[in-house]
């Protein structure tokens, strides 16, 4: 049992040097860099009159449509879709497990510690407890104990660059959920106005071909023709009148959808539509930017770098294992035999010293993991890459959709107004005898098919605006200004749990601020001063 005088000497000592032992320390495993991703300077329609110049404007894509329609239900779904809710949730978990890893930097272990024991020893047991306390006795014993295990090889700092990683990973993670939302939302809308469109040219097509079976069906009692033509006439109108339910079945499930997506129940959405509509009119020009601007914008190329990031952190944590820990302990307390003696000096005790270990049989256990640390990290690189390069075919996708659409547009636009003339035409001539039902019924075949598809080819330019957008990562920046879990849901879990701060915007902004590899505030246990291996 140390002394009073022994412990006020020894104590600071043993701190000065576990500082010192500590501030020495480095941190084991490779720094990490970015992976190269190839990315084309250019894209391939840049010279088309269509495409815009300088940096894309896709913060609030959907403005380029001027339909408030749309911007209200992007504004509902962004406040209250449960997909994107669950992805803010993460943020939150991926927080508290960045403070967990800051806080095992800490010493490790420390705990209150009381007993008390009653004892009675063997009569035929000889010893110097016996002789002195007898057989019988109590022991009342409380302190406190700790074990700091010293960051000497970098082992926590590593574990928590790695958690800073998959914090900002997770944030990416919500903005990508976000993108994919607005994305979702907004294409979901087109198809319902396009089936609208598609059903309002159905009925147009019913109506004028109910007005060519009544001409038959007067020709054929007059006798001036035969029965085939009002039963083709029939065929044609009962045909075009069954594709109305069908059309009407899928505006009903794209309504179902876009009430999911907004967090309600599948429910007619009358009141928040207006009624039927129009294709959106899609922007005469976009711009896009170059390649390289995807590795900042796209939330899911920053998802995949971070994955990569905190990898390669994980890489140090498991290295650090080979290498000998050491571990301060320590153990203040008092011990007596009656409780009533516990606040004596004389009843404190003392026990504090270092101590080290060293797996140095590890079988091979070890190294193999930090190779399965590396290799997973590989992997990662390797996938951060396929995501640029997918980022890249996603925009050209889409550009060659809106470019091409629009020129498909443009000539299925005349070639409505020609089907329309040639049934005119087709039905004076019937008229007047000049022709059999056979040009009638081509015509009338011709107009439904190219009204459709007119129709059908609008709202697939609009959705290639759409894929456009969502390809250069547009639309999460909705969220700036905002906390990623809603009020509600804050106070929910602040009644079920004490979260302290960590509820707090402020705080989370904070934590996200800090967990940025190239800024924010640095913590002592951020120290970019480290010696590094």
Not at 375 to 386: D, G, I, P, R
Not at 393 to 419: C, I, K, M, P, T
Request: hydrophobic content about 45%.
């Amino acid at each position: 049992m140390w002394n009073r005088s022994g412990i006020r000497a020894g104590v600071p000592r043993g701190v000065l040097a576990a500082v010192a032992l500590v501030a020495a320390g480095c941190t084991v495993g490779p720094n990490y860099t970015r992976p190269a991703a190839p990315t084309a300077p250019a894209w391939m329609e840049m010279q088309e009159p269509e495409m815009g110049t300088g940096t894309a404007k896709a913060e609030r894509w959907w403005d380029v449509f001027s339909d408030p329609t749309l911007s209200r239900l992007i504004e509902i779904a962004y406040a209250q879709n449960l997909t994107l809710r669950a992805a803010g949730l993460r943020v939150l978990e991926a927080q508290a497990r960045r403070a967990i890893a800051i806080g095992n930097w800490f010493p490790q272990q420390q705990a209150l510690t009381g007993s008390y024991t009653r004892n009675v020893a063997s009569a035929h047991t000889y010893g110097a407890a016996t002789a002195l306390l007898g057989r019988d006795f109590n022991s009342w014993q409380a302190g406190f104990d700790t074990a700091w295990e010293l960051d000497v090889w970098g082992k926590f700092r590593r574990a928590i660059e790695a958690a800073d990683a998959d914090l900002l990973g997770t944030v990416a993670s919500y903005d990508d959920v976000l993108v994919s939302l607005v994305a979702e939302v907004a294409a979901t809308y087109v198809q319902i106005r396009a089936l609208d469109e598609r059903l309002a040219v159905a009925r147009d097509n019913v109506r004028v071909q109910e007005e060519s079976l009544q001409i038959a069906r007067v020709r054929f009692e007059a006798g001036g023709t035969s029965e085939l033509d009002v039963q083709e006439a029939t065929t044609l109108l009962r045909d075009t009148e069954a594709t109305i339910p069908q059309l009407e079945i899928q505006r009903r499930q794209a309504m179902d959808s876009t009430a999911v997506l907004l967090g309600m129940p599948p429910h007619d959405l009358t009141d928040l539509l207006g009624g039927p509509g129009n294709v959106p009119a899609v922007p005469a020009t976009v711009a896009v930017g170059i390649p390289a601007d995807l590795l900042r914008r796209r939330p899911d190329v920053r998802s995949a770098e971070r994955a990569a990031a905190a990898q390669c952190a994980r890489i140090g944590v498991a290295a650090a294992d080979l290498l000998p820990s050491f571990e301060l302990t320590g153990t203040v307390g008092v011990s007596a035999q009656d409780v009533s003696r516990l606040v004596e000096g004389s009843s404190f005790q003392a026990m504090t010293g270092p101590q080290f270990t060293w797996p140095v049989l590890n079988y091979g256990r070890l190294i193999n993991n930090v190779r399965l640390q590396d290799a997973t990290f590989q992997e990662l690189s390797v996938t951060y890459e396929n995501t640029v390069l997918r980022a890249q075919q996603d925009v050209e996708d889409a550009l060659v959709g809106y470019l091409r659409g629009r020129e498909q547009v443009a000539r299925l636009g005349e070639s409505v107004a020609a089907a329309n003339r040639a049934v005119e035409l087709s039905l004076v001539q019937y008229r007047q005898g000049a022709t059999d039902f056979t040009s009638v019924l081509n015509t009338q075949q011709a107009k439904l098919h190219e009204d459709d598809s007119f129709v059908s080819t609008r709202g697939a330019v609009a959705l290639s605006v759409i894929a456009l957008y969502k390809a250069l990562g547009g639309g999460w920046e909705l969220r700036q200004d905002h906390d990623f879990v809603p009020d509600d849901i804050r106070q929910e879990m602040r009644s079920r749990t004490y979260w302290g701060a960590l509820l707090s915007p402020a705080a989370r902004a904070r934590d996200v601020e800090d967990a940025q590899p190239d800024g924010g505030r640095r913590h002592w246990w951020q120290w970019r001063w480290w010696p590094k291996w």
